[in-house]
C-alpha cells in the first residue's frame, strides 16, 4: 500500500509530456522507477479509476488522469461510485478521514436525498 | 496599496463544462464575473494577486509548503488540457521585482514559500479567463494549500492575508486582490455536483460581516463533513477577509450551479470601509 507513490506518479504524469508519451507507449515501463504494488500496478495501468479512488487518489489528482484517457465527466464519477460499490469504501488519504461510504451515506450525513431520490 | 479585494468561483467546469449548464444562471454568473473585471479596471489595479487553492499542478507532497507566492516575470498554463478546460494555452505577465517587494514584506510576519516557476491550473485560468482576458495586467500567484492535509489552521491564512495587506500597502503600485475557492463543494470525487447551500449562505453572511470570530470558528472535520473538502479551501476568502481588515462585503451573485460542482460566487470588500482605510 504505497498511496504516496500512486499519487506521485499521477502527480508527474498529470504535468509532463514526455511522461505522457512513456506512459502511451508502455504503461508498465513508465511505473518502474515508482514502488507500487502490483494492485496499484493494475489499477493504473488498465486503468481502474473506481479502484484507484477507493485506494484513496485525491479526486484532483485522479480527474486529470480520467481526462488524458478520454473518459467523459459522467462516467468518470460513475466510475468512483461503481468502485466504492464493488472494493469498499476509500481505504485512505483525505476522503478516508471521516469514512467515505459514498454518496448516498454523505447526503445522509448532511440531511439530504440520496442519489436515487434525488432522480 | 490595495485597491481592490474579491473572491470568486474557479471550478474547471465553469469553462470546461459551459454548455452542460442551465443558460439563464450560467450566463447571470459570467455577467457577475465581467462586472468583477470592470470594477477592478476601474479601481485603476496595476497589477493582480490572485491567492488560489491549487489543484497538485506545482505542489506535491514531497514538499508542500503551506503558503507560497510566485516570482517569476512570467506564468503559462493552463497546465490541464486545454479542451478540457474550455481556455487556449496562454503565457500571463507576472513582475518579478513587485513579487520580490511583496514576498520581503510578507515574511516579516509569515513564513512563506517562493516560486520562480509555476505553472497555471484551473484554480487561477479560470478566473484569469474572466477578468484578464488580454492578459494585460501583471500577475502575482499565491497559494495556499488546501488539498492535502495536514492544512495551516485557519487562524494561520487569516494572518497570512494581514501580511499580504500590508505588503500591497507598502508597494506604490495599486493592488487589486481576489480570493478563488469553494465554498462548500466535493470537487472531482463521486459526490461531485452536490451543493451545501444553507452552509454556503452562512458562510458569505459571515463573510460580508467579516467577523474574525465567527470566520475562524470553523474546523476542518466539521467543514470537511459539511461543505466536503474542497471547503477546505475557504482559506482563500478567510485571508482576503483579513486583508480588508474590517471592511464590509457584498455578495454580487452567488448560485448553486451542479455541473459546475459548486455555488458559484463573486463577492467583493467596500474598502472605504476598511480600517486600514488612507
Redesign the interface.
Same mark, same amino acid.
Given at each position: 500500500m504505497s498511496l504516496?507513490y500512486v499519487?506521485?506518479f499521477l502527480?508527474e504524469l498529470?504535468?509532463d509530456p514526455a511522461m505522457q508519451e512513456r506512459y502511451a507507449h508502455d504503461r508498465h515501463a513508465s511505473l518502474e522507477s515508482f514502488d507500487l504494488t502490483t494492485e496499484e500496478v493494475s489499477a493504473l495501468t488498465e486503468p481502474d479509476i473506481g479502484l484507484l479512488?477507493h485506494l484513496g487518489v485525491?479526486?484532483?489528482?485522479?480527474? @486529470?488522469f480520467a =481526462? #488524458?484517457h478520454q473518459i467523459e465527466?459522467a462516467d468518470y464519477?460513475q466510475q468512483?461510485?461503481d468502485g466504492?460499490a464493488q472494493h469498499g469504501p476509500v481505504r485512505e488519504g483525505?476522503?478516508a478521514?471521516?469514512g467515505y461510504e459514498?454518496?448516498d451515506a @454523505?447526503?445522509k =450525513? #448532511?440531511g439530504?436525498n440520496t442519489t436515487s431520490e434525488r432522480k | 496599496m490595495l485597491v481592490y479585494a474579491g473572491v470568486c468561483s474557479h471550478a474547471p467546469g465553469i469553462t470546461g463544462r459551459a454548455d452542460q449548464a442551465d443558460p439563464e444562471v450560467r450566463d447571470a454568473f459570467y455577467a457577475a464575473f465581467h462586472q468583477m473585471r470592470d470594477d477592478i479596471v476601474a479601481s485603476g489595479a496595476e497589477a493582480i494577486i490572485v491567492i488560489a487553492a491549487e489543484h497538485f499542478a506545482n505542489f506535491f507532497m514531497n514538499n508542500m509548503p503551506s503558503f507560497a507566492i510566485g516570482m517569476a516575470d512570467f506564468y503559462d498554463g493552463p497546465i490541464e488540457d486545454p479542451a478540457w478546460l474550455g481556455i487556449d494555452t496562454f503565457r500571463a505577465p507576472g513582475n518579478r521585482d513587485l513579487s520580490h517587494r511583496l514576498i520581503t514584506e510578507v515574511m516579516q510576519t509569515v513564513d512563506v514559500s517562493y516560486a520562480e516557476e509555476w505553472k497555471f491550473d484551473h484554480g487561477i485560468a479560470v478566473p484569469l479567463h474572466f477578468l484578464t482576458p488580454d492578459f494585460d495586467l501583471p500577475v502575482i500567484p499565491v497559494n495556499i494549500n488546501c488539498q492535502g492535509p495536514p492544512l495551516a489552521p485557519l487562524q494561520r491564512s487569516w494572518a497570512f492575508g494581514e501580511a499580504l495587506r500590508r505588503a500591497c500597502d507598502s508597494v506604490p503600485e495599486k493592488m487589486a486582490l481576489v480570493g478563488t475557492g469553494g465554498i462548500s463543494h466535493w470537487p472531482a470525487t463521486p459526490d461531485s455536483g452536490k451543493i451545501n447551500e444553507e452552509w454556503d449562505l452562512d458562510f458569505l453572511d459571515r463573510w460580508c460581516r467579516n467577523d474574525k470570530d465567527a470566520l475562524l470558528a470553523y474546523d476542518d472535520l466539521t467543514v470537511y463533513a459539511d461543505a466536503g473538502q474542497g471547503g477546505f479551501e475557504i482559506r482563500t476568502f478567510l485571508a482576503v477577509s483579513a486583508a480588508a481588515a474590517g471592511a464590509n462585503g457584498t455578495v454580487h451573485f452567488t448560485a448553486p450551479i451542479p455541473i459546475f460542482a459548486v455555488s458559484c460566487t463573486i463577492a467583493s470588500y467596500d474598502l472605504e470601509t476598511s480600517s486600514l482605510k488612507d
Amino acid at each position: 500500500m504505497s498511496l504516496y507513490y500512486v499519487q506521485k506518479f499521477l502527480f508527474e504524469l498529470n504535468r509532463d509530456p514526455a511522461m505522457q508519451e512513456r506512459y502511451a507507449h508502455d504503461r508498465h515501463a513508465s511505473l518502474e522507477s515508482f514502488d507500487l504494488t502490483t494492485e496499484e500496478v493494475s489499477a493504473l495501468t488498465e486503468p481502474d479509476i473506481g479502484l484507484l479512488f477507493h485506494l484513496g487518489v485525491n479526486g484532483q489528482i485522479l480527474m @486529470h488522469f480520467a =481526462a #488524458l484517457h478520454q473518459i467523459e465527466w459522467a462516467d468518470y464519477l460513475q466510475q468512483m461510485r461503481d468502485g466504492i460499490a464493488q472494493h469498499g469504501p476509500v481505504r485512505e488519504g483525505v476522503y478516508a478521514t471521516t469514512g467515505y461510504e459514498g454518496t448516498d451515506a @454523505h447526503a445522509k =450525513a #448532511l440531511g439530504q436525498n440520496t442519489t436515487s431520490e434525488r432522480k | 496599496m490595495l485597491v481592490y479585494a474579491g473572491v470568486c468561483s474557479h471550478a474547471p467546469g465553469i469553462t470546461g463544462r459551459a454548455d452542460q449548464a442551465d443558460p439563464e444562471v450560467r450566463d447571470a454568473f459570467y455577467a457577475a464575473f465581467h462586472q468583477m473585471r470592470d470594477d477592478i479596471v476601474a479601481s485603476g489595479a496595476e497589477a493582480i494577486i490572485v491567492i488560489a487553492a491549487e489543484h497538485f499542478a506545482n505542489f506535491f507532497m514531497n514538499n508542500m509548503p503551506s503558503f507560497a507566492i510566485g516570482m517569476a516575470d512570467f506564468y503559462d498554463g493552463p497546465i490541464e488540457d486545454p479542451a478540457w478546460l474550455g481556455i487556449d494555452t496562454f503565457r500571463a505577465p507576472g513582475n518579478r521585482d513587485l513579487s520580490h517587494r511583496l514576498i520581503t514584506e510578507v515574511m516579516q510576519t509569515v513564513d512563506v514559500s517562493y516560486a520562480e516557476e509555476w505553472k497555471f491550473d484551473h484554480g487561477i485560468a479560470v478566473p484569469l479567463h474572466f477578468l484578464t482576458p488580454d492578459f494585460d495586467l501583471p500577475v502575482i500567484p499565491v497559494n495556499i494549500n488546501c488539498q492535502g492535509p495536514p492544512l495551516a489552521p485557519l487562524q494561520r491564512s487569516w494572518a497570512f492575508g494581514e501580511a499580504l495587506r500590508r505588503a500591497c500597502d507598502s508597494v506604490p503600485e495599486k493592488m487589486a486582490l481576489v480570493g478563488t475557492g469553494g465554498i462548500s463543494h466535493w470537487p472531482a470525487t463521486p459526490d461531485s455536483g452536490k451543493i451545501n447551500e444553507e452552509w454556503d449562505l452562512d458562510f458569505l453572511d459571515r463573510w460580508c460581516r467579516n467577523d474574525k470570530d465567527a470566520l475562524l470558528a470553523y474546523d476542518d472535520l466539521t467543514v470537511y463533513a459539511d461543505a466536503g473538502q474542497g471547503g477546505f479551501e475557504i482559506r482563500t476568502f478567510l485571508a482576503v477577509s483579513a486583508a480588508a481588515a474590517g471592511a464590509n462585503g457584498t455578495v454580487h451573485f452567488t448560485a448553486p450551479i451542479p455541473i459546475f460542482a459548486v455555488s458559484c460566487t463573486i463577492a467583493s470588500y467596500d474598502l472605504e470601509t476598511s480600517s486600514l482605510k488612507d
